[in-house]
């Protein structure tokens, strides 16, 4: 029984962990007034900067523009309320989880099953930077950190739904 319950807590926590694609955190100015805002386009010379391919690039401004129109915003190509930018950087990263635990053969609780796995990844970080153009100030930044992107397949799905989860909190509601 104590075994059932132990793999279930273990598939319970790797289930919760495997929801979210990135560690996210946002911030805006409290000051700004974000019901005013309708429209957006993209800042040209930070998407011509953007260190990605051209198929992430899609992938992620698709998912920019799927995700603010689903919020009620229209982009422009000129005299937008929003100006969004977005920066990307990939570092390489190790993770080690050690498997040293179990049931040892006369049911207490032993440290010698398992092993100690090491594997290496591509962790990728999305900047989205939202600014107000008739201010020139930034007024909302989400941050994506930690998406795996050594899955080259993965990325179609990661990316957008990475995006989704950066996203969710713009614009912020406001405090009543």
């Known amino acids: 029984m104590k075994i059932v319950h132990f793999a279930f807590i273990v598939l319970l926590s790797l289930f919760v962990t495997s ?16 019901s005013t805002y309708k429209t957006y386009s993209y800042h040209e010379k930070g998407l ?10 899609r992938r992620l401004l698709t998912a920019i523009d799927t995700q603010m129109a689903a919020k009620g915003f229209t982009k422009v190509s000129s005299d937008a309320d929003l100006i969004v930018n ?6 390489e990263k190790i993770s080690v989880s050690n498997n040293n635990w ?26 989205i930077d939202i600014i107000d153009d008739k201010k020139n100030v930034l007024v909302w ?5 930690d998406l795996n ?13 990475a995006v989704e989860e950066i996203l969710a909190k713009f614009p912020p509601q406001p405090k009543k």
């Not at 011509?48 to 690039?57: A, I, R």
């Open 141 to 145: 930044q989400g941050v994506g950190a």
């Open 86 to 91: 977005v920066l990307t950087s990939t570092k």
């Open 19 to 34: 929801c979210s694609t990135v560690q996210v955190s946002t911030d805006y100015d409290r000051s700004a007034n974000f």
């Open 102 to 127: 179990g049931y040892g053969p006369y049911g207490y609780y032993g440290g010698f099953y398992g092993g100690t796995n090491v594997s290496q990844y591509q962790a990728g970080t999305i900047v």
């Open 149 to 161: 992107l050594s899955n080259i397949s993965a990325k179609a799905e990661r990316i957008p739904k």
């Open 48 to 57: 011509d900067k953007l260190k990605v391919n051209d198929l992430d690039k």
